[in-house]
């Protein structure tokens, strides 16, 4: 498996080379379809790595203990996905190496970004967001990689271990620094989560596009970004438990919530998807009309059917106890879930195909290398996943420690020995 996605990796930043070179006229955009592949990528892993941050940050804000048995490669996941999710806007701007110029950097040209810019925004919060989620990430790694590095065996290992780990030596100062600083990041994190695909939200909808140009979106992106989020968690938790027989850790109790927390975000993405045909209804703007009739039955219609299988009809699985207990049953939903919502940011995008202007419609199709990239990414994000679990603690062992009744000083008969 690391194999394969290594060699996925290594063809993505190939592509990204030949794109470099080419230009992006590789590809298929065109008028008036100009953002394409790289933007529908785009926020489809910003919503992946949603599901990371909420599962440590507000869960744990919450005290919710089951978090611990998936918190540490949710948060993993986030980072990865952040990862992937920059690079697409990065090279979507075609001249890579001007990239500065949408920064907010004093140059010789006196020439600034439009504060006023939505997009400007974006890369602010999307960077933010990164850091914190990292920041997150590594402190709660600490008192496991000083673990790691008491019980390694080679040289090497002990010094980088006892380099990560900054000196941790588990006194009673340490821990107490060590909690203040996760509540402190996990509240900043919580705000994060909601801040983040707001903003990449409002790119579209402060856009004057039909179909885009709407208050909803916030809220729809958000929730569908946990949705998301929560259903990559669960196509990584099945493979990571069956791989590692990890069954006493991530219980069955664990995943059935994680299907109950699909199941209602689903749903808040389905109302949604009826409150826009209710909105565009209700203003009685004909081009408002026109963009959600042509996205459910013009010439994107199969895109549209296949967005709302995935996230509308394939939740509500879960509403049945046994199925939301079958394996089975959750890891095709979740690559389903996972498929639908790549789908809903096309369909958004593809809006773009026919806007006022009937004489400048057009189809838009995806080249060879816009698919290469999209396969690629997962190849990219795939390998970052598999070293980490090769490398780093997939389950925060001290925060697993910490809920067992041995830890707790009140638990009756042998249990605290």
Not at 56 to 84: D, G, H, K, P, Y
Not at 225 to 230: D, H, N, P, Q, V
Request: with cysteine.
């Amino acid at each position: 498996m690391f194999s394969t996605s290594l060699t996925l990796a290594i063809g993505f930043f190939a592509l990204i080379g030949y794109l470099f070179w080419e230009g992006i006229g590789v590809w298929g955009l065109q008028n008036p379809v100009g953002w394409g592949f790289a933007i529908v990528n785009f926020v489809f892993w910003v919503g992946i790595g949603h599901a990371g941050t909420l599962i440590s940050a507000i869960l744990f804000l919450l005290r919710q203990r089951w978090r611990t048995a998936i918190n540490r490669f949710a948060e993993a996941m986030t980072i990865f996905a952040v990862i992937c999710a920059l690079i697409f806007p990065t090279i979507h701007v075609g001249r890579i190496w001007v990239i500065y110029w949408t920064m907010p950097i004093p140059n010789q040209m006196y020439m600034w970004p439009n504060f006023r810019s939505p997009l400007l925004w974006d890369a602010f919060a999307v960077g933010t967001y990164f850091a914190c989620s990292f920041m997150f990430w590594y402190v709660g790694l600490i008192p496991d990689l000083a673990t790691l590095r008491d019980r390694a065996v080679g040289k090497i290992k002990q010094v980088l271990y006892g380099l990560f780990s900054l000196g941790w030596r588990g006194g009673n100062r340490q821990w107490r620094h060590y909690e203040l600083a996760y509540l402190v990041l996990a509240g900043l994190s919580t705000p994060l989560v909601l801040s983040v695909h707001s903003i990449v939200s409002t790119d579209f909808a402060t856009a004057v596009v039909p179909g885009w140009h709407t208050t909803i979106f916030p809220p729809y992106f958000v929730a569908g970004a946990i949705f998301s989020g929560f259903a990559m968690v669960m196509t990584l938790s099945l493979i990571a438990r069956y791989a590692f027989k990890l069954q006493h850790i991530i219980t069955q109790k664990v995943l059935e919530r994680m299907n109950m927390i699909m199941l209602l975000t689903g749903m808040m993405v389905g109302y949604a998807y009826g409150m826009e045909f209710f909105i565009s209804w209700y203003s009685g703007n004909m081009y408002e009309q026109f963009a959600f009739v042509n996205r459910a039955f013009g010439p994107y219609a199969w895109a549209y059917w296949i967005m709302i299988s995935c996230n509308v009809f394939v939740p509500q699985l879960f509403w049945f106890k046994k199925l939301r207990n079958h394996l089975v049953v959750m890891f095709i939903a979740s690559i389903l879930i996972n498929v639908g919502m790549w789908f809903e940011r096309f369909v958004i995008v593809i809006t773009l195909a026919r806007d006022y202007l009937p004489s400048a419609w057009d189809y838009y199709s995806p080249t060879w290398h816009d698919i290469g990239l999209l396969i690629g990414s997962f190849g990219l994000f795939f390998t970052m996943f598999l070293l980490f679990l090769r490398f780093l603690p997939m389950v925060a062992m001290s925060e697993v420690k910490a809920i067992l009744p041995q830890a707790d000083p009140h638990a009756k008969g042998d249990a605290h020995v």
